[in-house]
């Protein structure tokens, strides 16, 4: 018997409503471990090469595990992965701190990258399927909640990370490695409870087989987006690994809580945009992604062109490092914050509905594998004896601002939006 449309609505309320709980505490978590892990990985004494070997290997196998997932997903819902991709990156998270080594770092890392993009990709298709209509808008309001949760749990986390040194606290990293899995966990148990997938309508499968788990089958489109994204994932994650935190703490000799006060602020310029203007572009969405990439590109290669110092505007003399960051920011206030629901929106209209998480999940990790060189990259340049240490300093963020750049040229390619139906 189907459910009539009072109780479809009672549903679909539960779960919008699980979906922006969930949000709010994964963002709780997921931006401590990123703040944390690179802080933590210093204090046990690995470099920036052994960071880029944990950061290159993890990269590796989140390309080898989100292949067949998709696959899986599109067989046995979206709800098991989900809680799944939850569940395994709280474990990691949690057994991080109790290890220092970088091979059993690399192996923790090996799963946690992987399980937050499945979950992330799962997250999107979740909402396209259940309300495509509103699709663009509910996608930057729950990514914008997660975001603005990211803004608070480091903002709560710098300010208890004051007081902990203040009372001589060894080693407070871990309590904030910790304090993440936990939240994680949460949320996976919370999805588990109250979500209620919707039953999926759909002409008999033949049975999943390994083929299908590592099969590329894309439309032309998704193969545009695809190759788009891993130019700009290998630009990204050149400054967005562990070298974000340590080029602001050796370049302009920020402390460890003005790290995770810089990491609130980035997530909360991300998170103003796409809760107050993620919906907003409904015409035209290659040629804004386009130009937004551009901005984005620009704005993070600055601050490799801003030195250490005093800078004097006006009557006010400010320290060089808040300058420089208020200048970074407008890399995502004026970049990813307002062209990631464009691009979500794209790959939903350009993959086939009988086959959409597989497209879209083996689309993004095939475009992660941009992240597999960048760490090394990275760690290369900073390292690069070929250099002198404040050149090679500045490297990972210019060569990163010039590869987001590059990854608008590919979307040429993308087919306009009155071809978009007949795209295949």
Not at 44 to 49: E, K, N, P, S, Y
């Given at each position: ?17 699980t979906l ?39 990269a ?64 999107s ?8 209509r ?79 788990m ?96 005093t ?11 808040w ?28 993959s ?28 290369w ?44």
């Amino acid at each position: 018997m189907q459910p009539d449309s009072g109780e479809k609505a009672q549903a679909d309320r539960r779960n919008l409503a699980t979906l922006f709980t969930v949000s709010m505490l994964i963002g709780l978590g997921v931006a401590v471990y990123d703040t944390a892990l690179p802080l933590y990985l210093k204090e046990v004494g690995l470099d920036w090469r052994a960071m880029g070997a944990i950061y290159g290997v993890a990269a590796v196998a989140t390309v080898l595990m989100r292949v067949g997932v998709g696959a899986w997903s599109d067989r046995v819902g979206r709800k098991v992965v989900y809680v799944g991709s939850l569940v395994a990156t709280s474990l990691a998270t949690f057994l991080t701190p109790l290890f220092g080594g970088a091979v059993m770092q690399g192996t923790l890392k090996s799963v946690t990258d992987p399980t937050t993009r499945v979950r992330e990709a799962i997250h999107s298709v979740l909402l396209y399927e259940s309300w495509p209509r509103t699709f663009q808008r509910l996608f930057s309001k729950t990514r914008g909640v997660e975001y603005l949760c990211h803004f608070l749990g480091l903002l709560m986390s710098a300010a208890l990370l004051g007081w902990m040194v203040r009372a001589g606290v060894q080693g407070p990293q871990r309590w904030f490695l910790a304090g993440a899995a936990t939240l994680l966990l949460l949320s996976g148990l919370i999805f588990a409870a109250f979500f209620r997938e919707r039953p999926r309508e759909e002409a008999p499968r033949e049975a999943l087989t390994w083929r299908h788990m590592v099969r590329l089958r894309l439309t032309r489109p998704m193969w545009v987006l695809t190759v788009s994204n891993f130019i700009f994932t290998l630009g990204i994650t050149i400054s967005h690994s562990f070298a974000l935190q340590l080029f602001f703490k050796e370049k302009y000799g920020a402390c460890d809580a003005a790290i995770f006060t810089l990491g609130a602020l980035h997530r909360l310029s991300s998170g103003l945009t796409l809760l107050f203007l993620g919906h907003l572009f409904q015409r035209k969405l290659r040629n804004w992604w386009m130009l937004l990439l551009v901005s984005e590109g620009v704005f993070i290669a600055a601050p490799s062109f801003m030195p250490p110092g005093t800078y004097h505007i006006g009557a006010l003399a400010l320290p060089a490092l808040w300058v420089s960051v208020g200048v970074w920011l407008a890399h995502d206030f004026m970049g990813m914050g307002l062209w990631l629901p464009i691009q979500q929106v794209l790959m939903q209209r350009h993959s086939r509905p009988e086959s959409r998480a597989e497209e879209i999940i083996v689309s993004t990790a095939l475009g992660a594998l941009g992240a597999v060189p960048a760490p090394f990259i990275a760690g290369w340049l900073r390292d690069a004896a070929w250099l002198e240490s404040g050149t090679a300093l500045n490297m990972p963020f210019l060569a990163s601002g010039i590869g987001v750049a590059l990854s608008a040229l590919v979307l040429l390619w993308l087919p306009k939006e009155r071809d978009a139906e007949h795209a295949t």
